[in-house]
Antibody
């Protein structure tokens, strides 16, 4: 069973950067797509980005394009979300989750890491 | 952009049945997944591909669909079912993953 642990959240000023990490254990990362999903205060879930199981395909929601970058490390046990040019509206809890294919559900979720963008 | 619409809130009496709808264009051509999110917790997959239940999810939770509407049904509602519920699909036109607006279930 996959286990996901997010880290790297914190408080950052508008315009700043953060790198979130999603540590994956219990499964082989190359067998799963990894998503980042966020939940902003008082709002619902928003999909942010996906890294394909082979690491070669990435996709981003509109608000993340050009500001956020998803990647993995060479050992393929950690997936990152580099977030640049952060805005107040990026404040929220960021979760990583696994899936097997485009139409497959997000089966396993981490506990989330909190990002606060504030001056 | 593709949108999924859910009722903001649903109330159900203890032991009774609650139904949560999820509407979207051409929904019958997509797989709908449902997640439960208890306060302060990460989402939990409870229904996948419209009607299937992951291992460990009680049979009281079921999914169905008709036309452009998918429905999550909670039978014999318990106090522990008080949560937010979200539907989700993959939109092949944009390659985006889309969540519904979310529904808060209150058990009276």
């Amino acid at each position: 069973q996959a286990q996901l642990v997010e880290s790297g959240g914190g408080v950052v000023q508008p315009g700043g950067s953060l790198r979130l990490s999603c540590s994956v254990s219990g499964v082989t990362l190359s067998d799963y797509n990894i998503h980042w999903v966020r939940q902003t205060p008082g709002k619902g879930l928003e999909w942010v980005a996906i890294l394909s199981d082979d690491g070669n395909s990435k996709a981003y929601v509109s608000f993340a394009k050009g500001r956020f970058t998803i990647s993995s490390d060479n050992s393929k046990t950690t997936v990152y979300l580099q977030m640049d040019s952060l805005r107040a509206e990026d404040t929220g809890i960021y979760y990583c989750a696994t899936s097997l294919g485009n139409q497959s559900p997000m089966e396993v979720w981490g506990q989330g890491t909190t990002v606060t963008v504030s001056s | 952009s593709y949108d999924l619409t859910q009722p903001l809130s649903v109330s159900v009496a203890l032991g009774q049945t609650a139904s949560i709808t999820c509407g979207g264009d051409n929904l019958e051509k997509k797989y709908v997944h449902w997640y439960q999110q208890r306060p302060g917790q990460a989402p939990l997959l409870i229904i996948y591909k419209n009607t299937y239940r992951p291992s460990g999810i009680p049979e009281r939770f079921s999914g169905s669909y008709s036309g452009n509407t998918a429905t999550l049904t909670i039978s014999r509602a318990q106090a522990g079912d008080e949560s937010d519920y979200y539907c989700q699909v993959w939109d092949s036109d944009t390659s985006f993953y889309v969540f519904g607006t979310g529904t808060t279930v209150t058990v009276l």
